[in-house]
Antibody
Framework: QVQLQESGPGLVKPSETLSLTCTLSGGSINNYYWTWIRQPPGKGLEWIGYIYYNGNTNYNPSLNSRVTISVDTSKDLLSLRLSSVTAADTAVYYC?????????WGRGTLVTVSS | EIVLTQSPGTLSLSPGDRATLSCRASQSVRNNYLVWYQQKLGQAPRLLIYRASNRATGIPDRFSGSGSGTDFTLTISRLEPEDFAVYYCQQHGSSFWTFGQGTKVEIK
C-alpha cells in the first residue's frame, strides 16, 4: 500500500525558505509524476507543481520563480523548496502521486509563516 | 490560465437526495482532462473521477462524472451520510493546472 508522509518545519520566518520532504513507502518513485498541492486554512486547493521521476518539472506560474521540486529516486524522496515566503504562503502542504489525478495523498503538513 | 468555476457554492440536501455539482471552465479542457475530488474536514482530498467520467479505484457507483469541453458535472445519485463534504474539480489539460473553488454539500 502506497503511503506518503510530509515532513519539515511547521514554522518559517518571512523572507526565508520553506523546505519540505515527502517520504514514500510501499511503492517506488519511478515511472510516476509527483505533485505538491497546498491549501491555506479554510480555503481551497492550489497546485504548486509536479515532477516526473526523471526530473522534468512544471510549476504554477504564480510561484515559478520561487519554487523548486526535486526527487531522489535512490531514497524514494520528494522535496519542495519555496523561497522568500510571506504570510500568504501559510497553508497545509500536501504531496501526492499523480496518476490521471492524485490517487495517493500525504496527510498534509501545516506550515505557518510568521516572525 | 483556465479558470474553473464551481456551482453552487453550497448545496443543502438530505440523505437519499440526488446531488448535481457543476464545474465550468473558462476555455475548453483538452482531452477532457478534468478530475473530481472529495475532501472531508481535516483530511486530504480523495480522488473520485478522472478524465471527466471515469471512476477511480474503489469509488462507489453512486458517483458519476459527465461533460466535455467547458461544462462538467459530478452527480451523486443518492447521498449517503459519508458523502457530505467539499468537492473540487481540477483540470490538467493545460500546462498550468488549476482547481475550482469547491462546492460544499451539507446536510439540510
Amino acid at each position: 500500500q502506497v503511503q506518503l508522509q510530509e515532513s519539515g518545519p511547521g514554522l518559517v520566518k518571512p523572507s526565508e525558505t520553506l523546505s519540505l520532504t515527502c517520504t514514500l513507502s510501499g511503492g517506488s518513485i519511478n515511472n510516476y509524476y509527483w505533485t505538491w498541492i497546498r491549501q491555506p486554512p479554510g480555503k481551497g486547493l492550489e497546485w504548486i507543481g509536479y515532477i516526473y521521476y526523471n526530473g522534468n518539472t512544471n510549476y504554477n506560474p504564480s510561484l515559478n520563480s520561487r519554487v523548486t521540486i526535486s526527487v531522489d529516486t535512490s531514497k524514494d524522496l520528494l522535496s519542495l523548496r519555496l523561497s522568500s515566503v510571506t504570510a500568504a504562503d501559510t497553508a497545509v502542504y500536501y504531496c501526492g502521486r499523480w496518476n490521471e489525478g492524485v490517487d495517493y495523498w500525504g496527510r498534509g503538513t501545516l506550515v505557518t509563516v510568521s516572525s | 490560465e483556465i479558470v474553473l468555476t464551481q456551482s453552487p457554492g453550497t448545496l443543502s440536501l438530505s440523505p437519499g437526495d440526488r446531488a448535481t455539482l457543476s464545474c465550468r471552465a473558462s476555455q475548453s479542457v483538452r482531452n477532457n482532462y478534468l478530475v473530481w475530488y472529495q475532501q472531508k474536514l481535516g483530511q486530504a482530498p480523495r480522488l473520485l473521477i478522472y478524465r471527466a467520467s471515469n471512476r477511480a479505484t474503489g469509488i462507489p457507483d453512486r458517483f458519476s462524472g459527465s461533460g466535455s469541453g467547458t461544462d462538467f458535472t459530478l452527480t451523486i445519485s443518492r447521498l449517503e451520510p459519508e458523502d457530505f463534504a467539499v468537492y473540487y474539480c481540477q483540470q490538467h489539460g493545460s500546462s498550468f493546472w488549476t482547481f475550482g473553488q469547491g462546492t460544499k454539500v451539507e446536510i439540510k
